[in-house]
């Protein structure tokens, strides 16, 4: 008796489809499960989290610079990391004590102006006519007025200075926190990522080292390109509102038009509108609002058109409504240091998408 002839399964083209089908859905599955496992955890440490996202990206860009002074000099790493720590203090400090007392002085200046400020634009905004609030008619200053007195009755009672003063004493020790992370993880850097990359399982660490490897210089360049973005813009906007315009405050509205960089739409058209204000305030004619909608234009087309592109890289190709979405789902759930992880974590999930889905990340 012949035993019975095997058949023999053609290929089909179709269950090639299925299968690959359910291995992108595994992978798929198993970056989400992870993303919302690392969103669990950060979630729980928030409180402590800001200095530790500080510190990190401020080593994690000064890594390459460190090795490459170690590798053609051959001396130990550590040395240029306590160097560079030193020099990154000492900028802060000296940032601190050259514009800290102007800071200060223009902020509390800033403030007692404000009161005024308000009134002027509420008498020419209801055209010096008293103003009717739920059947009452009000006066634009006597609007004012109670407004700052409210605010001075809120910082006099005990339980909100205690409160004031617990945030002010939890920002030195997050400061000096930043400081003592910061140079261990420029001292101890590659060993700390070292370790991580131990935490992927070894069946994923291929695939973990490929999406590094295209991750890694987009990072690089957005962090790098934000600090060059907030930079430009602080000293442009000194020069147009100071030395152009001629306006009050510039030195204040100049340094947080360049920390709202880091905000982009939502923090840059906030401080336009308050230099607005400001300029709306101190307007001598209509020439003088022309001239600063000319300036408010050139800066905004200089950064978005010029800058932006030239210092982001492909960093900046994430649509302006995915990052407006992040910034805002990053401050709701983990504040400041959501604020700054958003647009990576975006790119993050979207590098590794295209990894696995074998498509160009542009």
């Not at 103003?131 to 605010?151: C, H, P, Y």
Request: aromatic share 8%.
């Amino acid at each position: 008796m012949n035993a019975p002839e095997t058949k023999r399964r053609e290929f089909d083209p179709a269950d090639d489809r299925r299968g690959s089908a359910l291995r992108d859905t595994g992978a798929v599955g198993g970056v989400v499960l992870t993303i919302a496992a690392i969103a669990v955890f950060l979630y729980l440490i928030e409180p402590i989290l800001l200095p530790f996202v500080v510190a990190g990206i401020i080593a994690y860009v000064c890594t390459p610079l460190l090795d490459r002074l170690a590798q053609r000099t051959r001396l130990p790493r550590s040395l240029f990391a306590v160097l560079l720590f030193l020099l990154l203090l000492g900028l802060a400090g000296l940032i601190a004590a050259v514009a800290g007392q102007r800071l200060i002085a223009e902020t509390g200046n800033t403030l007692r102006d404000l009161q005024g400020t308000l009134g002027h634009l509420l008498r020419r905004a209801s055209g010096g006519q008293p103003i009717q609030i739920f059947g009452q008619s009000l006066d634009a200053d006597e609007i004012v007025r109670t407004m700052f007195d409210r605010l001075r009755d809120w910082f006099s009672q005990p339980d909100n200075l205690a409160l004031l003063t617990g945030y002010g004493f939890v920002t030195v020790l997050g400061a000096f926190l930043t400081a003592v992370l910061l140079i261990w993880l420029l001292i101890t850097g590659p060993s700390v990522a070292r370790g991580l990359f131990w935490l992927v399982p070894p069946s994923r660490r291929e695939l973990v080292s490929h999406v590094w490897v295209r991750l890694d210089p987009v990072l690089k360049h957005y962090f790098l390109g934000v600090a060059a973005i907030v930079i430009y813009a602080t000293i442009a906007a000194y020069i147009g509102l100071a030395l152009i315009l001629g306006l009050d405050h510039a030195v204040l509205l100049a340094l947080l038009t360049g920390i709202a960089e880091t905000l982009p739409f939502i923090g840059s058209t906030a401080v336009a509108i308050i230099a607005g204000l400001v300029a709306l305030h101190t307007a001598t004619g209509i020439m003088s609002i022309v001239a600063f909608a000319i300036y408010a234009t050139v800066l905004r087309l200089s950064i978005d058109q010029l800058v932006a592109p030239l210092v982001l890289g492909r960093a900046a190709n994430v649509h302006p409504v995915l990052i407006i979405f992040c910034f805002l789902a990053g401050a709701v759930t983990f504040g400041i240091a959501g604020v700054i992880l958003s647009v990576p974590v975006a790119l993050t999930v979207k590098t590794t998408l295209a990894t696995l889905y074998g498509e160009d990340d542009q």
